[in-house]
């Protein structure tokens, strides 16, 4: 069973420019959740998706954007890109449904976008 | 929201077992506490998950005493391999979920 797949694997973009990350969840999970990771502060939650509905949104700013599509498929977009935001970009799904009160379907990663800002 | 607080870093010896445990003093009562394994320039991976009292699978136990605020996680017979960081975290329903995590404990282990 093919795992969380995460497109590109690096980028190298530089300040002002803008970006669009991919991620295909494991067939059959319909929850997409998205991640900052850096050594300053670690693992950050950006915002999740259900059924093409953002959930939940973490604190980043509105240059921060995502999107799901019908197939459950999700890109995230960062706009006029500055240093900071030089990351590990991390995807994640779940079979977690919009009725769930208890999380007890873990999430699955991929390995991520590096992203590097000029 | 509930937030999650491990030791920094642990060392061990290939063979012995490791325990890391993690205070989650603020979990809800709709809350489970799960742990996950993170190696460099790869994503975390999910290792083991418990609502209360004890969870074990083929790689490791959790233990979840009565009043659910803390865990610890117990890695049987470690070895070079298991180096890594690990992170626990409490999965926050709020109408959506927000996975809250902590900043891990690094696990060294040495030959």
């Known amino acids: 069973k093919a795992g969380v797949t995460q497109t590109p694997r690096y980028l190298i973009k530089t300040r002002g420019q803008q970006v669009t990350l991919s991620c295909s969840p494991i067939s059959g999970h319909r929850s997409v959740s998205w991640y900052q990771q850096t050594p300053g502060q670690g693992l950050q939650f950006l915002f999740e998706y259900f059924s093409e509905t953002q959930r939940n949104k973490g604190n980043f700013p509105g240059r921060f954007s995502g999107r799901q599509f019908s197939n459950s498929r999700s890109e995230m977009n960062v706009s006029t890109l500055e240093l900071g935001d030089s990351a590990l970009y991390l995807c994640a799904s779940s079979r977690r449904t919009a009725c769930e009160r208890y999380s007890n379907q873990p999430q699955h990663f991929g390995d991520g976008t590096r992203l590097s800002i000029l | ?111």
């Open chain 2, 1 to 111: 929201l509930a937030k999650t607080t491990q030791p920094i870093s642990m060392d061990s010896y290939e063979g012995q077992e490791v325990n890391i445990t993690c205070s989650h003093n603020n979990i809800a009562t709709n809350d489970y506490i799960t742990w996950y394994q993170q190696f460099p320039s790869q994503g975390p991976r999910f290792i083991i998950q418990g609502y209360k009292t004890k969870v074990t699978n083929e790689v490791a136990s959790l233990f979840i005493p009565a009043d659910r605020k803390s865990s610890t996680l117990s890695l049987p017979r470690v070895s070079l391999s298991d180096t890594a960081v690990y992170y626990c975290l409490v999965d926050v329903n709020t109408g959506g979920f927000k996975t809250i995590f902590g900043a891990g404990t690094r696990l060294f282990v040495k030959a």
